[in-house]
């Protein structure tokens, strides 16, 4: 614990003559000044969430709230001005895999490496220790469903280490700013760290499923399987979340217990049934606080997880005219093997998105959307005094994570809305 609050301590520290005490004294390296001092998430994203999930583990362990400050600031930085909808952070390739400027989240040159989310997964569980505050569990499954699945083929043997959030092969092919962005998962890479830690992150889903506060068992994840928190009491999981929104939980226990089932920010509503009863539950710090439960008692909760469309802030240029859609936690994204050329569509503003399950052998059981569209004429020549014409099209958009496993195309997922 000393040794960890000196590395904390000392980063960005001067010497007695006045001189940056270390050679990487800089934001690139989150040293250039003191981390209680900080007031946005710089440098290398990576290596800025594993310092941040230090530093509020070290906050947790000495009760230190002056870094925990510090860790809020980092996080309100991140997930407010400098993180993509997928929960990718790390905006820039050039600028050495980091984070750059609040609002620069450019879609095709996004660096947003699959480690980078994990590591905001760790920190927002540190985050979630200290404060028991949902809002951190919602970034967990955000970058969980979309930045860090996409890291992985759907058969497994294939891996992304960026992941951008709109790719034209061609073009991702030949221009040097676009050098690291794959337009297939490639085997292996030379710096193969992302492959192995979201490996790990998979076979440790379990400790960031559940958790125990104050004899109070919290369900941060909705994702099926056994939580034996200890001897006397078991809670079962059964749910096709984020496909379906219904999560049934069966109480095992010799005394009654309480468990708190997150409310997602981003859901309209949650309503929860007891033994088929509705059941009136208390909000506390966003989650569904759910008392005196014995033993066999069936919580039925339903969570809204409607399609919906997703607007940014004017500031994000890269997004300027432009539309995403997303379900529950899951964002999605459109490729060319589902709707020919991308670049001839227009999402319509208005109309009813639908969601279709469906059972792909490739991509495997998911909810595909339908969205009304227009689909643009092209006009020939590269400037026209012409207004495009455009014609009542469907677009169908597929979870982000499941793209590139199909036929090579483009994919985007921000598109032009009118
Ligand atoms: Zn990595």
């Known amino acids: 614990m000393a040794l960890a609050s000196y590395f904390i301590d000392t980063r960005g520290k001067k010497a007695e003559n006045g001189e940056n005490k270390l050679i990487f004294n800089t934001p690139y390296h989150q040293s250039e000044k003191p981390v209680r001092e900080e007031r946005d998430a710089v440098g290398h994203a990576v290596r800025a969430v594993y310092l941040y999930t230090g530093m509020a583990m070290a906050a947790k362990e000495t009760d230190d709230k002056s870094l925990l400050e510090a860790c809020e600031k980092m996080w309100d930085s991140i997930t407010s001005k400098r993180m993509y909808l997928t929960g990718g952070i790390g905006s820039s390739a050039s600028a050495g895999e980091a984070f750059t400027m609040d609002y620069d989240l450019p879609n095709d040159t996004a ?3 699959t480690c980078a989310s994990i590591g905001l997964i760790f920190f927002a569980e540190a985050m979630l220790k200290i404060t028991n505050d949902a809002k951190y569990a919602d ?9 860090v ?26 221009l040097p700013e676009l050098e690291h962005v794959y337009a297939r998962r490639p085997k292996w ?34 994702i099926g399987g056994e939580y034996k928190p200890n001897e006397y009491t078991m809670i079962t999981t059964e749910t096709d979340y984020p496909y379906n929104g219904a999560v049934k939980y069966t109480v095992y226990a010799d005394k009654p217990v309480t468990i708190a089932v997150r409310k997602p920010a981003r859901s309209r509503c949650v309503t929860v049934k007891v033994n088929g009863k509705p059941y009136v539950y208390k909000l506390y710090n966003g989650y569904a606080v759910i008392e005196n439960l014995n033993n066999k008692d069936i919580v039925a909760v339903d969570i809204d997880i409607t399609p919906h469309r997703v607007y940014s802030n004017t500031r994000v240029h890269a997004n300027e005219g432009k539309c995403a859609f997303m379900a529950g936690p899951v964002v999605y994204c459109f490729e060319d093997c589902d709707n020919g050329d991308l670049n001839n569509f227009w999402a319509a503003q208005e109309g009813e998105i639908v969601s279709v399950s469906v059972s792909d052998n490739i991509i495997g059981d998911v909810n595909i959307l339908k969205i009304p569209a227009y689909k643009i004429e092209q006009t020939g020549g ?22 590139g496993n199909r036929e090579e195309g483009k994919m985007k997922v921000w598109i032009a809305e009118k």
């Open 111 to 113: 660096y947003n490496e």
């Open 139 to 147: 970034i967990m499954e955000l970058a969980l469903y979309n930045n």
């Open 149 to 174: 699945l996409a890291g992985i083929q759907r058969d497994g043997k294939r891996f992304l280490y960026t992941n951008p959030l709109e790719v034209d092969p061609e073009y991702a092919k030949k």
């Open 189 to 222: 890479h030379g710096c193969a760290c992302c492959p192995p830690n979201a490996a790990r992150l998979i076979a440790s889903l379990n400790r960031y499923a559940w958790r125990e506060e104050d004899d109070v068992f919290y369900s941060d994840l909705f």
């Open 382 to 403: 590269l400037y026209s005094f012409e207004t495009p014409k455009k014609e009542k099209a469907e677009l169908t958009a597929v979870p982000y994570y499941a793209w």
